[in-house]
T-cell receptor
Framework: NAGVTQTPKFQVLKTGQSMTLQCAQD?????MYWYRQDPGMGLRLIYY???????DKGEVPNGYNVSRLNKREFSLRLESAAPSQTSVYFC?????????????FGPGTRLTVT | GIQVEQSPPDLILQEGANSTLRCNFS?????LQWFHQNPWGQLINLFY???GTKQNGRLSATTVATERYSLLYISSSQTTDSGVYFC?????????????FGQGTTLQVKP
């Protein structure tokens, strides 16, 4: 049981490049989330998916798109990376579809945009 | 205004000491969680505690929703307790899991 996995672990992009961060969970959870963490700060929600086929914006969605490919996978796409998107990105999942219950986090992706 | 406020921002303890971390929030909550981020960056869920008291080993947490605060107690601290402790809440009456994180309390436990 791997829990929540994320790929890649590290990535360096040039301004304007695009990339997709992958997240998968094997706990049969309904809800999945993408957060970013900037140095010395707490996490901020980018997008979330309450169930397969649904997505909604969080606190900081600008510059990002997401896809809930199936119940297991939730990807985050940067179409045109900017230095302000340099951050550590965390994916999380939760069993409950109604927003209750513990959230479990992946190991994170450290992204640098130059 | 500040929606989730944690105190203290930094804490240094000697191994074996006890500590209390506080989380104040600005509205009613139906979802409150405590997390530990270890020095390698991994986030571990400690408690899901929108109200009441829970205990897990040397850790316990209490949320008094009517007074808009939660406390995390660490007893007999160990060096492995070092890291950042985050409180995260969903404010108001919605049920989406959209958590708002506090700025965290950075704990250093010295041997």
């Amino acid at each position: 049981n791997a829990g929540v996995t994320q790929t890649p672990k590290f990535q360096v992009l040039k301004t304007g490049q695009s990339m997709t961060l992958q997240c998968a969970q094997d706990m049969n959870h309904n809800s999945m989330y993408w957060y970013r963490q900037d140095p010395g700060m707490g996490l901020r929600l980018i997008y979330y998916s309450a169930s397969e086929g649904t997505t909604d914006k969080g606190e900081v969605p600008n510059g990002y798109n997401v896809s809930r490919l199936n119940k297991r996978e939730f990807s985050l796409r940067l179409e045109s990376a900017a230095p302000s998107q340099t951050s550590v990105y965390f994916c999380a999942s939760s069993e409950a579809s109604a927003g209750q219950g513990e959230q479990y986090f992946g190991p994170g992706t450290r992204l640098t945009v130059t | 205004g500040i929606q989730v406020e944690q105190s203290p921002p930094d804490l240094i303890l000697q191994e074996g000491a006890n500590s209390t971390l506080r989380c104040n929030f600005s509205d009613s909550v139906n979802n409150l969680q405590w997390f530990h981020q270890n020095p390698w960056g991994q986030l571990i869920n400690l408690f899901y505690i929108p109200s009441g008291t829970k205990q897990n080993g040397r850790l316990s947490a209490t949320t008094v929703a009517t007074e808009r605060y939660s406390l995390l107690y660490i007893s007999s601290s160990q060096t492995t307790d070092s890291g950042v402790y985050f409180c995260a809440v969903e404010l108001g009456s919605s049920n989406t899991g959209k958590l708002i994180f506090g700025q965290g309390t950075t704990l250093q436990v010295k041997p």
